[in-house]
């Protein structure tokens, strides 16, 4: 999700620059640039009142598609009863010709387009994955292949290569989901922190 924040958060940064080079004064943009891409549901009044005056100004431009596309991806994830419903919600999004707007909204399509959405969905068909957990590759093992995901603590995430093991980088959780047509094998392992004398297995 940091890929999309960060287009999210570009694009209207690149508006500004181009308005900016036009000689036109952008200070309500910079003011508002947090509130945009922060969930609606979380806005103040203060808020709500802001961006009705920057959308009086700004309707029709890469501001208003910003907050509309946000509110699209977010519900493909939270509003998603599977994965299958999920894919569906992804491939109607894409149906709609966002990556024609601007270079960052065709970076984030091109994400969601990757092999990387089913991985970020699988919390929705596995709940013992949490959805903060983050895969990291394909891996083989025991001849298998398998889906990594592993959760730090508080949350935090890092990058684990292929020839590094999970208990070797101090991961505190652990999942393994078997590729199949199934609904595959599921484990999971409680890992000690900076323990890298055995495996969970």
């Known amino acids: 999700m940091k890929i999309i924040h960060y287009h999210l958060n570009r694009a209207p940064a ?3 620059r181009k308005l900016r080079e036009g000689g036109i004064d952008t200070l309500d943009v910079w003011q508002a640039r947090w509130i945009i891409l922060k969930n609606i549901e979380d806005w103040i009044f203060k808020e709500h009142i802001m961006i009705e005056n920057l959308l009086s100004c700004y309707k029709g431009t890469i501001i208003e598609d910003i907050l ?10 939270l509003e998603s009863k599977s994965q299958r419903e999920a894919q569906e919600r992804r491939d109607e999004l894409l149906e709609e010709d966002w990556h024609l707007k601007t270079k960052h909204f065709a970076d984030i399509v091109k994400f969601l387009s990757s092999p990387y959405f089913k991985y970020m969905t699988t919390y929705l068909d596995y709940p013992q994955i949490p959805k903060s957990g983050f895969v990291t590759c394909f891996h083989p093992w025991g001849g298998n292949r398998y889906r990594r995901f592993m959760k730090r603590q508080k949350d935090s995430f890092r990058y684990c290569p292929s020839n590094t093991m999970p208990w070797q980088m101090g991961y505190l959780e652990f999942y393994l989901i078997q590729d199949g047509d199934g609904p595959g094998e599921r484990r999971k392992g409680k ?3 900076n323990s890298s004398s055995s495996s969970p297995y």
């Open 14 to 16: 690149e508006y500004r």
């Open 191 to 193: 890992i000690t922190k």
């Open 68 to 77: 509309i596309l946000k509110q699209k991806i977010k519900d493909i994830f």
